[in-house]
């Protein structure tokens, strides 16, 4: 065990140089990574320093990381390891997973949590060992402050612990009040040791906003600088789990305590049996798939970093880009997401996002002109009136007035006297909305041809101005969104628009406020996505389908390279001013001048 207690910088400036002098891997592909790294969004949770074991070879996996083309690690600094008892600290794994990564050129950002027995007032803790009580502050924020001073040249972003909201890491059960009082004391020490340091909260569950809001009502909003979640929707596809609307709750608190950057510090999904589904029903192609899809639209939904978890997979969890293998020391068999990462990454560096269509008709099922006769529930929460002061198009709108009165579960409903047929057999049902920053979720109340009355989630309800919000009809809704009982959970068509609902989405929630809704629409058609990027002179179309269909672009080009996910490169030549492509599952890469 090494006994410090004070900065010692010449062993950091040792390790990275030892580090640097050590014989690199052989790229995984003939095109050697370029000096790219600080121009994607996407990182990893590599796990170098908790989970693996070799220190001597740490070059090995930090090596990967790099060739994957991750800008970004993701790496734990635990406290039980790092200092066993008070007057001990062990510094050798950190030393050498940081320093193999920074060698690399990747930023890192570092966990702070998983303090040892002797820091938590649990009297059943093992002095030495693992814990997940909640610590001390005032000793959490001098081990926060210990860290920094180590490795603060070099390190300057800090998350909070890991999933305070989550009752596996916070016992006896998560606190929003205490862990308030721990981000505040550790957010002052940080920066305390670096000024320029950025404190990230401790990746949150951003579909439950209770959590954060009592953060906030605790007065720790101003004690984080990034806004970390973990959007897992994982067995559900990115698409139908509305990957896109993941951030939209918690960009609604900040428009009310501040607006902070959003970053996804965990996202994944698994190639087989996992702790989000029992089944696996998800193989590793299809991961690889899910991997460019998912992260491609947080990156749309304007999420600043993304962080794949994680970079190996664990035992009955295989979320990893490296198959287990022999164990947590063997990285020989890297899985389609590794290359589907790597191409990612290399493909949309330097790039800057334009647009995202997609080749989906939209038709009303409802536009307000004609409002109608709306009945509310046994909830007098609110009232739905019309009002032609401000539309999204048309003269008019209706206008949702609310006040919930409890710290319990408020809503209310509003039943059409007349149900609204829904055309055809859409893929989605979308809203406009003129929020009021509240968050409270907007659902929907539909029919089907069963006579089965389904709640589906449109999403939350943001800051002022007019947004689109989308509920993904497919596949069975959980038991608790179906309003009668019996049936099979799942929409069959034809269907119809019953009632219109608000739902808190704090149970604190105490208060009222107005929400303005406008033109309902059914969203059918083939479901095919076109996400434009540029560089430079050079347009980046990514397309995918996710059940497969023919498209096209326009382009000004004669040809194009097209890249598949799995790095293999071919050319397609334009007829007409038209590239044309059979696209399914696993997005391409298109890159033509002109676009």
Known sequence: MVRQRRINILLICAVLLAWAAVPRPAPLAAERLPAILADTPFGLNTHLATRYTDIASMDVPAGLVAQAGAAWAREDIQWWRVQPSP????WSYTDAAFGALLAHGISIVGVLGHPPGWATPDATDNASDLSFAAPDPERF????????????????????????????????????????ALLKRASIAIHAADPGARVLIGGVNPFNTAFLRQVAQAGAWGSFDILAIHPYIDPSTPERGNL???????????????????????????S????????????????????????????????????????????NNPYGLVALGAGRADYSRLKPAYYAFQTLARQTAGAEFVGLRDLFGRSTVLDFE?????????????TLTLTGQRTHSGRAAARLDYSFPSNGNDYVVFRRD????????????GMWVYGDGSGHQLKVWLQDAQGELLQYALGA?????????EAPLGGPVAPWNRITPGGDGQLSFPASLVAIVLDDGDDQFIGGGTVLLDDMIAISGPEAYDMQLRRGDEAIDVLWAPEGQRAAIRTRATGATVTALGGAASTALAESGKLSFALGPAPIFVRHSGG
């Open 370 to 382: 004609a409002f109608g006769a709306w009945r509310r529930g046994d909830q007098p929460n609110g």
């Open 272 to 315: 087989g049996p996992s702790d989000h589904d029992a089944t696996g029903t998800i193989d590793e192609a299809a991961q690889a798939n899910m991997l460019a899809r998912g992260l491609l639209l947080l990156w749309r939904a304007g999420v600043e970093r993304i962080f794949w978890y994680t970079l190996k997979d664990d035992l």
């Open 141 to 180: 924020a001098a081990f926060a402050a210990a860290v920094v001073q180590r490795y603060g040249h070099y390190i300057h972003h800090w998350e909070i612990w890991n999933e305070p909201d989550n009752p596996l890491f916070w016992k006896p059960a998560p606190d929003p009040a205490a862990y308030a």
């Open 461 to 469: 309800v943001g800051p002022p101005g007019w947004r689109l919000l």
């Open 87 to 90: 007057e001990t600290w062990d």
């Open 418 to 429: 007349r149900p609204a047929a829904i055309p055809g057999t859409p893929y989605a049902l």
């Open 244 to 270: 896109l609307a993941a951030a939209d709750g918690v960009r609604a608190l900040a428009a009310q305590w501040g607006d902070k950057p959003i970053w996804v510090t965990e996202v994944g999904w698994a």
